[in-house]
């Protein structure tokens, strides 16, 4: 079982930036594609961002492409959203995911929330214009 807790949301302004941070429990942190996902009340949870089991590659969803990067680190146990340049619209809970990996595949298999095992409890952004 593994356990995720995020943490680093809050309030900015239009053009600030946050740091999110995942913080798995388990022992396998390596094994897993992590993503982060994001909801706004009443619509589904949408994907961001998800990064490999060695975090070379990473794969973004067009409307964070630029501003936002995905990076973990294997040891810490951490899976990271650097969100840059942050506009009102991405005033969202956000909820970081990881994803048992039976066998390569391409991130972009990763989009969805039906490939992840295990979610955290989300955290809270607000970005004021």
């Known amino acids: 079982q593994e356990q995720l807790v995020e943490s680093g949301g809050g309030l900015v302004q239009a053009g600030g930036s946050l740091r999110l941070s995942c913080a798995a429990s388990g022992r396998t942190f390596s094994s897993y594609v992590m993503g982060w996902f994001r909801q706004a009340p009443s619509n589904e949870r949408e994907f961001v961002a998800a990064?490999?089991?060695?975090?070379?590659?990473?794969y973004y969803t067009d409307s964070v492409k630029g501003r936002f990067t995905i990076s973990r680190d294997n040891v810490k146990n951490t899976v990271y959203l650097q969100m840059n340049n942050l506009k009102p619209e991405d005033s969202v809970v956000y909820y970081c995911?990881?994803?048992?990996?039976?066998?390569?595949?391409?991130?972009?298999?990763?989009?969805?929330?039906?490939?992840?095992?295990?979610w955290g409890q989300g955290t809270q952004v607000i970005v004021s214009s």
């Open positions: 995911a990881a994803a048992t990996v039976s066998y390569s595949r391409e991130l972009n298999y990763y989009t969805n929330t039906d490939k992840y095992n295990y």
């Open positions: 990064i490999s089991l060695s975090g070379v590659s990473t």
